[in-house]
């Protein structure tokens, strides 16, 4: 696997959000500026810039805002009433973009004996599922299981999913391989963390509007 070493000076390197959250934090100059549990709720656009209302009755001002909200984007869903208010009817396809054709188990375990090497990456493939794992340092794994779905899902029909549903979904999956030696059902037992999500997946067609703005997953969800 071609590494980024070459053009970035760092080889790849693969940690828990938290993780890279702390690092980011630690790094900010003026942590006053970095404000938690703040929920959006409304946001006035003026001419000159806009003020940012959040639900515990705080409001910010700026000359734009961004949402990086993730895919059930406040900000996105804002930004199209804006649109919505001088052209009716311009964000129906976008409004109603949200599907779900996979669904994820993912992870994080200790490592597993006769294990692969740290630095190592693997994936497998076939039809209806693959699977995705990432070695860590002392041989910790991250893992992937993606699985079709029986349909694609749709905006509020898409499915959620409980631990005991997790752990039903796992089992006819448990003598696949995630490499050459090492089966999912090992990395299982192993597991520190475990976690099932939907794939969810959107494209949208506006990305901007005004002082508005959405990046990432708040506008064009992959998987």
């Given at each position: 696997?071609?590494?980024?070493?070459?053009?970035?000076?760092?080889?790849?390197?693969?940690?828990q959000r938290c993780d890279?959250?702390?690092?980011?934090?630690?790094?900010?100059?003026?942590?006053?500026?970095?404000?938690?549990?703040?929920?959006?709720?409304?946001?006035?656009?003026?001419?000159?810039?806009?003020?940012?209302?959040?639900?515990?009755?705080?409001?910010?001002?700026?000359?734009?805002?961004?949402?990086?909200?993730?895919?059930?984007?406040?900000?996105?869903?804002?930004?199209?009433?804006?649109?919505?208010?001088?052209?009716?009817?311009?964000?129906?396809?976008?409004?109603?973009?949200?599907?779900?054709?996979?669904?994820?188990?993912?992870?994080?375990?200790?490592?597993v004996e006769g294990g692969?090497?740290?630095?190592?990456?693997?994936?497998?493939?076939?039809?209806?599922?693959?699977?995705?794992?990432?070695?860590?340092?002392?041989?910790?794994?991250?893992?992937?299981?993606?699985?079709?779905?029986?349909?694609?899902?749709?905006?509020?029909?898409?499915?959620?999913?409980?631990?005991?549903?997790?752990?039903?979904?796992?089992?006819?999956?448990?003598?696949?391989?995630?490499?050459?030696?090492?089966?999912?059902?090992?990395?299982?037992?192993?597991?520190?963390?475990?976690?099932?999500?939907?794939?969810?997946?959107?494209?949208?067609?506006?990305?901007?509007?005004?002082?508005?703005?959405?990046?990432?997953?708040?506008?064009?969800?992959?998987?």
């Open positions: 696997m071609l590494t980024p070493q070459p053009r970035t000076g760092y080889p790849v390197s693969f940690l890279l959250l702390k690092v980011l934090y630690a790094h900010t100059p003026d942590k006053s500026r970095v404000h938690t549990n703040k929920r959006v709720c409304k946001v006035d656009h003026q001419n000159s810039g806009v003020v940012v209302h959040c639900q515990d009755g705080s409001k910010y001002t700026g000359d734009i805002i961004v949402g990086a909200d993730g895919i059930h984007s406040t900000v996105r869903t804002l930004m199209q009433q804006h649109i919505e208010s001088s052209t009716p009817g311009a964000t129906k396809k976008d409004s109603n973009s949200i599907s779900a054709e996979y669904s994820c188990i993912f992870g994080l375990g200790n490592a692969a090497r740290t630095g190592d990456s693997h994936r497998t493939y076939t039809k209806g599922y693959s699977t995705l794992s990432f070695v860590g340092r002392g041989g910790s794994m991250y893992f992937f299981l993606f699985s079709r779905l029986d349909k694609r899902y749709h905006g509020k029909d898409i499915p959620r999913y409980s631990k005991a549903e997790m752990d039903e979904a796992v089992k006819p999956f448990l003598n696949i391989y995630m490499t050459d030696t090492i089966k999912f059902g090992q990395v299982w037992e192993k597991r520190t963390f475990a976690n099932m999500s939907p794939l969810e997946e959107s494209e949208n067609q506006h990305w901007v509007s005004d002082r508005f703005v959405c990046l990432g997953d708040s506008i064009h969800k992959v998987y």
